[in-house]
């Protein structure tokens, strides 16, 4: 049972006027402020204990934004990725929040809480039928993470889908204490198609406090004022990835979703809740076979 102060803290997400707060942050994170930049970034690091060893521009005062620090680069080589062929890797640093089998069109969201498959990826059915009994993995960006997303396996990216929503937080505590947190946040899906995998979709959960989302293909994304469920259809595109090329990133922390369809990957037995993740780690094998 959660403690009146982790109550507290759940539900007064309730009413706060997350998006007004997300975006007045967001404007700040922008914003060039000199000295004041450089004062946020060097409390930031110690506040969160960012470890900095792995970062290409280790100079806090070259960062001009408190985004341009937040979205920062890892030196070459920082983060190896997987060589095996059929490896499929992490697509972020972060924590397993949850990972393994989709019940149909139920997704595990925490001991308890199911939310829906077809609701998360934008609400066409025929989307979430490629993925029903199939296979996902939830993993938590915090605060003091690398906040780049990366392709766990290659694919030729068929087409996003920009859901607007609300803007909870997506830390552990209130995945455990709001139902379907990650189908009701504002969120992008990327839906990708691999001869071995088939489709396989990779889906960037907006937060509290996230400024925006953007991708490498089509800039920002998010924020959803004044903004509808948008489709961006790329099957006549040539737009491909490997394993590991930068997918896309976020401003300010959140979660990514990765959802797999049936029987075609398999999670490393020892990856539960709250094992952490590098970029680039094995978490499990593609099983599919050349179409």
């Not at 000199?34 to 970034?41: D, E, L, Y």
């Not at 199911?114 to 996902?136: H, I, R, V």
């Amino acid at each position: 049972m959660p403690s009146m102060v982790d109550k507290l803290k759940v539900n007064i997400q309730y009413f706060l006027p997350k998006k007004l707060l997300s975006r007045a942050v967001g404007k700040l994170a922008a914003a060039e402020l000199g000295k004041g930049t450089t004062w946020i970034v060097e409390n930031f690091i110690k506040y969160y204990n960012v470890d900095m060893k792995d970062v290409e521009v280790k100079d806090v005062n070259e960062f001009k934004t408190f985004n341009a620090f937040f979205t920062r680069a890892l030196k070459k080589g920082a983060r190896p990725i997987a060589a095996e062929a059929e490896a499929l890797v992490s697509p972020v640093d972060g924590t397993v929040s949850e990972l393994g089998e989709i019940y149909k069109d139920a997704v595990l969201q925490a001991k308890g809480h199911y939310y829906s498959l077809e609701a998360l990826l934008g609400g066409d059915p025929k989307d979430a039928k490629d993925f029903e009994s199939g296979e996902f993995a939830t993993i938590y960006l915090s605060p003091k993470d690398y906040h780049r997303v990366h392709m766990p396996f290659a694919g030729k990216l068929e087409k996003m889908v920009f859901i607007p929503g609300d803007l909870f937080s997506v830390n552990p505590l209130t995945a455990k204490n709001v139902d379907n947190l990650f189908a009701r946040n504002e969120r992008v899906v990327c839906f990708f198609k691999n001869d071995k995998i088939g489709r396989f979709a990779v889906v960037l959960v907006g937060a509290t406090i996230v400024a925006s989302i953007e991708t490498v293909f089509a800039g920002v994304i998010a924020p959803s004022v004044g903004k509808e469920k948008t489709i961006y259809d790329y099957s006549k595109d040539n737009i491909t990835f490997k394993k590991g090329d930068e997918l896309g990133r976020f401003l300010l922390g959140s979660t990514v979703v990765c959802v797999f369809p049936k029987g075609k990957v398999g999670f490393d037995k020892k990856l539960k809740t709250g094992t952490p993740l590098k970029m680039g780690t094995k978490i499990g094998d593609v099983k599919g076979k050349q179409a």
